[in-house]
T-cell receptor, first 113, second 115 residues
Framework: DTAVSQTPKYLVTQMGNDKSIKCEQN?????MYWYKQDSKKFLKIMFS???????INETVPNRFSPKSPDKAHLNLHINSLELGDSAVYFC????????????FGPGTRLLVL | GNSVTQMEGPVTLSEEAFLTINCTYT??????LFWYVQYPGEGLQLLLK?????DKGSNKGFEATYRKETTSFHLEKGSVQVSDSAVYFC??????????????FGKGTKLSVIP
């Protein structure tokens, strides 16, 4: 069984559209994350949720809105997509104890045309 | 703030060569240190980790030792294989506090191993 899954795997869309990426984990973890990986492979955290509550919100445009309906899911909605949003978005999960390993999903490759 | 610096790539080695990828960090106290690996087209996987000074993490022939005195966590492997071709990320998780669950990554080092 896949531990952390994301859908869709690929997303190609036009500028100005609104899109969502879904993430689910079946590891029983209480903390989930969204990371953005740019074209140079640099990884940066965007958001983190613990027990459905937002605990990290880095400097990210407010066009990005995470939503956590329960501990096992963390979705990312993006409004008014821009060319610069093209990247790979990774979901991850871990236990809250901080030094626990984060487990990553396979990534969603977003291309904005 | 916290930061991780790792050697610039890409690194190209012949099969069975010795690998070192340097990683140094800036953080207060005793962060946890990690190496993650990303194979082409896939997500990140934990390769190894160390949570206190002088700990050695090891997995799949890779090793890294947590050196507090030099704030380093260099990744080594004695004999690389073609299947080790991937991007390697060094990362840290701060010691305690509100940010202790937040990973800070280095910029990644792409390794290509040729037969």
């Amino acid at each position: 069984d896949t531990a952390v899954s994301q859908t869709p795997k690929y997303l190609v869309t036009q500028m100005g559209n609104d899109k969502s990426i879904k993430c689910e984990q079946n590891l029983g973890h209480d903390t989930m994350y969204w990371y953005k990986q740019d074209s140079k492979k640099f990884l940066k955290i965007m958001f983190s949720y613990n027990n459905k509550e937002l605990i990290i919100n880095e400097t990210v445009p407010n066009r990005f809105s995470p939503k956590s309906p329960d501990k096992a899911h963390l979705n990312l909605h993006i409004n008014s997509l821009e060319l610069g949003d093209s990247a790979v978005y990774f979901c991850a999960s871990s236990q809250m104890r901080g030094r626990e390993t984060q487990y990553f999903g396979p990534g969603t490759r977003l291309l904005v045309l | 703030g916290n930061s991780v610096t790792q050697m610039e790539g890409p690194v190209t080695l012949s099969e069975e060569a010795f690998l070192t990828i340097n990683c140094t960090y800036t953080a207060t106290g005793y962060p946890s240190l990690f190496w993650y690996v990303q194979y082409p087209g896939e997500g990140l996987q934990l390769l190894l980790k160390a949570t206190k000074a002088d700990d050695k993490g090891s997995n799949k022939g890779f090793e890294a030792t947590y050196r507090k005195e030099t704030t380093s966590f260099h990744l080594e492997k004695g004999s690389v294989q073609v299947s080790d071709s991937a991007v390697y990320f060094c990362a840290l998780s701060p010691q305690g506090g509100a940010g202790s669950y937040q990973l800070t990554f280095g910029k990644g080092t792409k390794l290509s191993v040729i037969p």
